[in-house]
Nanobody, 127 residues
Framework: QLQLVESGGGSVQPGGSLRLSCAAS????????IGWFRQAPGKGREGVSCTIGGDGSTNYADSVKGRFTISRDSAKKTVYLQMNNLKPEDTAVYYCAAFKVEGQAICSSNRYMYDYWGQGTQVTVSS
């Protein structure tokens, strides 16, 4: 059973930065797609970014392109989400999630494709 543990959330002012971490209990990330999702109060869970472990390809929601960067440290089995120029509308609980690749890997923002979820970490952007 894959376990994911997020860390790095907190409170920042608009324009600030945070880096979230997602540590995975696997021997290698190569067989998984790892995604970051967020859920603001009263809203549904939306995909923010994802990466394919096997080739490192990435995808981003339009709302975060140019501000957020997803990356991974294969040795540490950890995926990061660097968030710059944060806005109040980025306030949400952020979750990392994963599913094992079977066949062609797809970097998906569809939450229902993901089988494993972390516990979430709160990000608050406010002046």
């Amino acid at each position: 059973q894959l376990q994911l543990v997020e860390s790095g959330g907190g409170s920042v002012q608009p324009g600030g930065s945070l880096r979230l971490s997602c540590a995975a209990s696997v021997s290698t990330l190569d067989y998984y797609v790892i995604g970051w999702f967020r859920q603001a109060p009263g809203k549904g869970r939306e995909g923010v970014s994802c990466t394919i472990g096997g080739d490192g390809s990435t995808n981003y929601a339009d709302s975060v392109k140019g501000r957020f960067t997803i990356s991974r440290d294969s040795a540490k089995k950890t995926v990061y989400l660097q968030m710059n120029n944060l806005k109040p509308e980025d306030t949400a609980v952020y979750y990392c999630a994963a599913f094992k690749v079977e066949g062609q890997a797809i970097c998906s923002s569809n939450r229902y494709m993901y089988d494993y979820w972390g516990q979430g970490t709160q990000v608050t952007v406010s002046s």
